[in-house]
C-alpha cells in the first residue's frame, strides 16, 4: 500500500487480500471497514491449431486439430459450426472459430481457416450429327483447374478424352484426376430433322406421245437450302432453292421420274 495514513491509498497485491481502514475524529471516536480487492489468475491458456485441407473442389475432407497448453482442466469447446468438440473433422472450406474455456474459469479464442482447391473447369466442342441416322458425331473435352493426369469414363463406355464417329444424345463423362478427385461433364449432340420430299402435285399426259407431263415436288425437314436432281445427282436441275418453295419439272413424257434432293450438309432423300 502506498500508505497506510493517507486518506486514499493506492494498492496493488498480487493476490486477493483484505484491507481493514479504521478513521478517527477530532473526538477521539473511530470506524472501522474492510476493503476486498479481488485479483484474478492471469489467464495463460493457450491455444494451437493444425489444419488438415480440403483435397477436391467441393469436398468436406477438412480437419482441424486443436491443442490446449497451460491451461486448468477441464475445458469447454465453442466452434462457430456448434461442434462442441475439441477436435473437428469433416469440414468444408470456411472459416472456423473456437472459443475455450478452462475450469478458472479463463476464455480464450483461435480461428483457423480450412481452404479448398478451386473448382475445376471442363467444357468440349462438340460436332454435331450431319444426316439424321448417322454416327457423324464429335466430342473434344477439355478439362482445367485440376492435377493431371486424368482418366475419362464416359457414359457409353468410352475411356478416352474425345469421342468420334458417333450418334445424337446427351454424354455424360467423369473426370478422374490423379488425386483421385472426380466431376461430371454432360453434354447433348442433336442431328437436323429427316430429309424429306413430297409430291404436291402430277398432271399426266392427255394423248400417247405427249411431253407435256409436268409434277410439283417440295422439300422438308434437313437443313437447307436444297438441290434437285431427277437424274440420280448427276446434274442438279435447281439449286440452292429456299426450304418450303416447290420445285417444277415440266415437259416431261410418260415414264417415272425419280428426284433426288440434296440439303447443305450434303444429306440426300429420293
Known amino acids: 500500500m502506498s500508505s497506510a495514513t493517507a486518506s486514499n491509498p493506492t494498492a496493488a497485491p498480487t493476490t486477493t487480500t483484505t484491507y481493514t481502514v479504521t478513521v478517527t475524529d477530532l473526538g477521539g471516536c473511530t470506524a472501522s471497514d474492510a476493503v476486498i480487492i479481488t485479483v484474478n489468475n492471469c489467464c495463460g491458456t493457450t491455444l494451437t491449431t493444425s489444419v488438415t485441407q480440403v483435397n477436391c473442389p467441393g469436398a468436406s475432407t477438412g480437419a482441424i486439430n486443436l491443442t490446449?497448453?497451460?491451461?486448468?482442466?477441464?475445458?469447454?469447446?465453442?466452434?462457430?459450426?456448434?461442434?462442441?468438440?475439441?477436435?473437428?473433422?469433416?469440414?468444408?472450406?470456411?472459416?472456423?472459430?473456437v472459443t475455450v474455456i478452462d475450469a478458472t474459469p479463463c476464455t480464450v479464442t483461435a480461428t483457423a481457416i480450412v481452404t479448398a482447391p478451386a473448382a475445376w473447369s471442363i467444357t468440349s466442342v462438340n460436332t454435331n450429327i450431319t444426316c439424321p441416322c448417322d454416327a457423324s458425331g464429335a466430342i473434344n473435352l477439355s478439362v482445367s483447374g485440376a492435377t493431371s493426369p486424368y482418366t475419362y469414363l464416359w457414359s457409353s463406355g468410352a475411356t478416352t478424352e474425345d469421342l468420334s464417329l458417333i450418334v445424337d444424345g446427351a454424354y455424360t463423362v467423369t473426370v478422374?484426376?490423379?488425386?483421385?478427385?472426380?466431376?461430371?461433364?454432360?453434354?447433348?449432340?442433336?442431328?437436323?430433322?429427316?430429309?424429306?420430299?413430297s409430291l404436291v402435285s402430277q398432271t399426266n399426259l392427255n394423248c400417247f406421245g405427249q411431253t407435256n407431263g409436268q409434277f410439283v415436288v417440295?422439300?422438308?425437314?434437313?437443313?437447307?437450302?436444297?438441290?434437285?436432281?431427277?437424274?440420280?445427282?448427276?446434274?442438279?436441275?435447281?439449286?440452292?432453292?429456299?426450304?418450303?418453295?416447290?420445285?417444277?419439272?415440266?415437259?416431261?413424257s410418260a415414264g417415272t421420274v425419280t428426284i433426288t434432293v440434296r440439303d447443305a450438309n450434303s444429306c440426300l432423300t429420293h
Not at 176 to 197: G, N, V
Not at 222 to 229: A, R
Not at 230 to 242: E, Q, R, S, Y
Open 68 to 97: 490446449v497448453t497451460l491451461g486448468t482442466a477441464p475445458y469447454t469447446y465453442n466452434w462457430s459450426n456448434s461442434a462442441t468438440t475439441e477436435d473437428i473433422s469433416v469440414l468444408p472450406a470456411g472459416t472456423y472459430t
Open 176 to 197: 478422374t484426376d490423379s488425386k483421385s478427385c472426380t466431376a461430371t461433364y454432360t453434354t447433348t449432340l442433336t442431328e437436323p430433322a429427316q430429309l424429306l420430299i
Open 218 to 252: 417440295q422439300a422438308s425437314g434437313g437443313v437447307g437450302p436444297f438441290d434437285y436432281s431427277n437424274n440420280g445427282g448427276g446434274t442438279w436441275n435447281f439449286t440452292d432453292v429456299a426450304g418450303g418453295t416447290p420445285v417444277t419439272y415440266s415437259g416431261l
